[in-house]
């Protein structure tokens, strides 16, 4: 039997794995001597973001971003306020209006 390389279980092992998730742990010790000198302990949680919000990982993240899109759209559904925005950024004036503005607010 020869190996070969099937394409498919890559795919199917990315499935699984940002489905179901991983966890990986590593200790490192580091010595000189046989002395210890530094002790990292590594925790790594591998999933797709469902799977994360799901297990309750990122639930700030995730309640941060939804906050923020909500903001977003009540912002763009006030013609107004963007229309403001725009004009504090200097969007329309020409370089001598926005450079008399500028002066004038320092």
């Given amino acids: 039997m020869r ?9 199917d092992v990315l499935d699984v794995l940002l489905r179901d998730g991983a966890i990986l742990r590593a200790d490192v010790i ?3 001597a046989e002395i210890p000198l530094v002790g990292i302990k ?17 639930e700030d993240w995730d309640a941060h971003r939804r906050m923020a899109a909500a903001d977003r759209r009540t912002h763009y559904d006030d013609p107004d306020s963007e229309l403001e925005d725009l004009t504090e950024l200097g969007v329309g004036r020409s370089h001598d209006e926005q450079t008399a ?3 004038a607010d320092e």
């Fill in 30 to 32: 580091v010595s000189v």
């Fill in 101 to 103: 503005r500028n002066e």
């Fill in 3 to 11: 190996p070969r390389r099937d394409d498919e279980s890559l795919v």
């Fill in 42 to 58: 590594l925790t790594a949680a591998i999933a797709g973001m469902e799977t994360m919000n799901e297990y309750g990982l990122f």
